[in-house]
């Protein structure tokens, strides 16, 4: 039973660009999660999502951050304009349920995106 | 808003021995989730211990431990018999309605 990927596992992009991370969750999960990690500290949430829903936004940046998470197919960060302060790792969590009662979220091993 | 608060940036500690990670939370909700992650350096976020809000006893996971104390809304990590494998950063997480919460995060060393 494969875990949660993420592809790539390390993007380099200049400023200006546009950086897609890609997350796939494990089998069976139909909710997932998006985190962001600066250097040196801990992880901030971004999104959950739901195929084909945004449950909550609220950690989304309003301008250049997008999200989805199709019927089909794996679920996109995009990041549009990259700027240098979007360098960080981007963490990606599934689980099979969602909000109201608790599911274990099960962690991917991350994109870390550098930006030029 | 909730917060979580992990006042330690680093501890260390000898092999074998024992260490305590502190964390405190702030959240008006009663029903919740706390969580210690651990992620050494591949980065891989590695769920160590889980505790339920609701749940008066303290969990445990072999040498991992936790001391909640809700009213005090204190939630602290003891690693016993300490080993080299443990080292890394700790990461203490509040969970409710979906996300999780995550604090600053405490660097673990071990010495051999």
């Known amino acids: 039973n494969a875990g949660v990927m993420q592809n790539p596992r390390h993007l380099v992009r200049r400023r200006g660009q546009e950086a897609r991370l890609r997350c796939s969750p494990m089998?069976?999960?139909?909710?997932v999660y998006w985190y962001r990690q600066l250097p040196e500290e801990g992880l901030k949430f971004m999104v959950y999502l739901q195929k084909e829903n945004i449950i909550d936004e609220s950690g989304m940046p309003k301008e250049r951050f997008s999200a989805e998470f199709p019927k089909e197919g794996p679920s996109i960060l995009r990041i549009q304009q990259v700027v240098r302060g979007d360098s960080a790792a981007y963490f990606c969590a599934s689980s099979p349920g969602g909000q109201g009662v608790y599911n274990e979220q099960f962690f991917g091993p991350g994109t870390r995106l550098t930006v030029l | 808003a909730q917060t979580v608060t992990q006042s330690q940036p680093e501890m260390s500690v000898q092999e074998a021995e024992t260490v305590t990670l502190s964390c405190t939370y702030d959240?008006?909700?009663?029903?919740?989730?706390l969580f210690w992650y651990k992620q050494p350096p591949s980065r891989q976020m590695i769920l160590v211990i889980r505790?339920?809000?609701?749940?008066?006893q303290n969990a445990t996971e072999n040498r991992f431990s936790v001391n909640f104390q809700k009213a005090a809304k204190s939630f602290s990590l003891k690693i016993s018999d300490s080993q080299l494998g443990d080292a890394a950063m700790y990461f203490c997480?509040?969970?409710?309605?979906?996300?999780?919460?995550f604090g600053q995060g405490t660097i673990l060393t071990v010495h051999p």
């Open positions: 089998k069976g999960h139909s909710h």
């Open positions: 505790q339920e809000a609701y749940k008066q």
């Open positions: 959240t008006s909700e009663s029903d919740y989730y």
């Open positions: 997480a509040w969970h409710s309605y979906g996300k999780l919460t």
